[in-house]
């Protein structure tokens, strides 16, 4: 990508705020892996989306790792943004916490990265140019 058609981290960075509710939840009163593989892929596909200005697709996720469990009525939080970018994909890197209500605190619980393709009007790969060369 060349300096002038260049962007900041942060014109295409989200935050999403979840509350986790007894059908997100397991037998043991956690989150279900899948439903914040859920939230975490939306979000990410958001990101990508505002980065090219193109539809945008999971290609992969690359990582995620579950580091804290999250209890029913936490509050969750999804910081998404893109970790790097080439021709017609793109890495976005997903940050997820989860905050306890009551007092507060907050605990890093999961980091996904996933890999995103933009796609043109024919749903063929888009070289945007919003992307790297």
């Keep these: 990508m060349t300096q002038e058609n260049s962007k900041p981290v942060s014109a295409s960075a989200a935050e999403f705020t979840h509350l986790v509710l007894p059908p997100d939840t397991n037998a043991l009163g956690t989150i279900f892996g899948g ?7 939306i979000g990410a596909a958001i990101v990508a989306t505002r980065h090219c200005h193109q539809v945008a697709v999971t290609a992969s996720m690359d990582a995620l790792n579950f580091i804290h469990p999250i209890k029913l009525g936490d509050i969750v939080i ?9 021709k017609s994909s793109m890495e976005i890197g997903v940050k997820v916490e989860a905050e306890n209500g009551k007092t507060g605190e907050r605990k890093h619980t ?5 890999t995103f393709v933009a796609l ?3 749903k063929s790969r888009y070289l945007s140019p919003q992307l790297n060369p």
């Design 35 to 41: 439903r914040l593989m859920e939230w975490i892929d």
């Design 78 to 86: 999804l910081k998404a943004s893109v970790n790097y970018t080439h």
């Design 110 to 114: 999961a980091s996904a990265y996933l």
């Design 120 to 122: 043109d009007d024919n």
